[in-house]
């Protein structure tokens, strides 16, 4: 059941969020000694910090409300401890934007991104392993583009002087000025009028991850932001730098290959090796791959290759067809720019998105072309299949 509550007493499952906003706003007070002498009312903070902002950015007013989902994406819950990677908090992230912008709401966002240390090797193709250079996390404004973004939806971070003044202000306001909310929906909060007027939303998400909140995507009239929103809002330098490589491909194609990860197997109590992705081996091979694109990509064409493959040379027969090219081949533009292997990643996902015609792995929407007939999500455990012999037996087998 949904629990909204504009005091600050919160249910003990819910003390570790609670804990980190109060942390925060501690540090806000001391902060504000340096902003203000005294918040005698909301406004006369507000109005002293937005009269002497800079005119060059997106300007936030004195009517703008606040929306606060955490200091980290997907946390608190399962994935405090560590993180999933950039395609999964991507998601999360565009949950909690999409709530932001259906409220009319500006989105405090983290300032920081968690890196999951198994998507964070660069150079894994024709490259060099960079193992000891792993980082935790990354600064969100060397991923996005938070200006950018703030033109769809307003978006401030959460280690800005913006949220500083807000919560203080808050602070002062009490239970007029926040409501810590949990397990209600974007709609029921929109429909209360207990939340119309208040400064700040502090909103505790699924444990699971935050786009569970979002799981009725699947009404496609709910979506309010693409799946490309967020690709499309790189950090200007990962922009420039793919705009660039696209230059120097010219008229190109491109596939994304991802093995891997998902290229995991397990035994089970018999002993039999099986995988969630029983073809994804065979078919991100590269004689299956050119099979695959064949049709739709002629030979002496340009193609670019994305792959978290770690093998060296993995690719090569595919250079009998077509001309060839990896990120490594682009180190002048790239090396002076990627620092870790998610802005690797949306650089090379502009690049891919730029591509006459693009090759996904698994396919996400119904027209998309793909390497593999693997669906992306699959909890079944089934046994690997590597020839295409081993399809027909199983098909006579079933028939």
């Keep these: 059941m949904a629990t909204m509550s504009k005091t600050h007493r919160s249910k003990p499952t819910h003390g570790s969020k609670r804990l980190v906003l109060l942390s925060t706003f501690a540090?806000?007070?001391?902060?504000?000694?340096?902003?203000?002498s005294?918040?005698?009312?909301?406004?006369?903070?507000?109005?002293?910090?937005?009269?002497?902002?800079?005119?060059?950015?997106?300007?936030?007013?004195?009517?703008?409300?606040?929306?606060?989902?955490?200091?980290?994406?997907d946390c608190p819950g399962k994935n405090c401890e560590s993180c999933a990677g950039l395609g999964h908090q991507e998601s999360s992230l565009r949950c909690a934007l999409e709530e932001a912008m259906f409220l009319n709401r500006t989105f405090v966002m983290p300032s920081r991104m968690c890196i999951n240390p198994i998507?964070?090797?660069?150079?894994?193709?024709?490259?060099?392993?960079?193992?000891?250079?792993?980082?935790?996390?990354?600064?969100?404004?060397?991923?996005?583009?938070?200006?950018?973004?703030?033109?769809?939806?307003?978006?401030?971070?959460d280690d800005s002087e913006t949220w500083h003044i807000v919560l203080s202000t808050a602070m002062k306001l009490k239970e007029r000025g926040i409501a810590?909310?949990?397990?209600?929906?974007?709609?029921?909060?929109?429909?209360?009028?207990?939340?119309?007027?208040?400064?700040?939303?502090?909103?505790?998400?699924?444990?699971?991850?935050?786009?569970?909140?979002?799981?009725?995507?699947?009404?496609?009239?709910?979506?309010?932001?693409?799946?490309?929103?967020?690709?499309?809002?790189?950090?200007?330098?990962?922009?420039?730098?793919?705009?660039?490589?696209?230059?120097?491909?010219?008229?190109?194609?491109?596939?994304?290959?991802?093995?891997?990860?998902?290229l995991k197997t397990r035994r089970d109590r018999f002993n039999v090796e099986r995988t969630q992705f029983p073809h994804l081996d065979r078919?991100?091979?590269?004689e299956f791959i050119m099979s695959r694109i064949q049709k739709q990509i002629p030979p002496g064409r340009t193609l670019y290759i994305g792959s978290n493959e770690r093998t060296p040379g993995f690719f090569s027969p595919l250079s009998a067809r077509y001309k060839v090219a990896y990120s490594s081949n682009f180190s002048e533009i790239l090396d002076p720019v990627i620092e870790n292997n998610y802005q690797l990643f949306m650089v090379e996902r502009l690049v891919m998105m730029g591509a006459k015609t693009f090759f996904k792995t698994f396919r996400e929407y119904e027209m998309d072309l793909t390497?593999?007939?693997?669906?992306?999500?699959?909890?079944?455990?089934?046994?690997?299949?590597?020839?295409?012999?081993?399809?027909?037996?199983?098909?006579?087998?079933?028939?």
């Design 119 to 157: 998507h964070n090797k660069k150079g894994l193709l024709n490259g060099s392993d960079n193992e000891s250079g792993q980082v935790s996390s990354c600064a969100m404004e060397s991923l996005y583009d938070v200006d950018l973004i703030s033109e769809k939806i307003p978006v401030i971070l």
């Design 27 to 36: 540090v806000a007070a001391l902060l504000l000694l340096f902003f203000s």
């Design 371 to 399: 390497l593999t007939d693997d669906p992306k999500k699959n909890k079944n455990w089934e046994i690997p299949v590597y020839t295409m012999e081993q399809d027909k037996e199983e098909l006579k087998t079933t028939h």
């Design 38 to 73: 005294s918040f005698s009312t909301r406004g006369s903070g507000l109005v002293d910090y937005f009269s002497r902002s800079s005119r060059t950015k997106r300007q936030h007013s004195l009517s703008d409300k606040y929306l606060y989902w955490g200091d980290r994406v």
């Design 283 to 286: 078919d991100t091979r590269p």
């Design 180 to 262: 810590h909310v949990s397990g209600a929906s974007r709609r029921e909060l929109n429909d209360s009028s207990h939340y119309a007027n208040l400064l700040l939303i502090n909103r505790t998400a699924s444990p699971l991850a935050w786009f569970v909140e979002c799981k009725d995507r699947i009404d496609r009239s709910n979506v309010m932001l693409p799946y490309s929103f967020l690709p499309s809002m790189a950090a200007p330098r990962l922009r420039n730098a793919a705009e660039k490589i696209k230059a120097q491909l010219g008229d190109y194609d491109a596939i994304h290959v991802r093995r891997g990860d998902k």
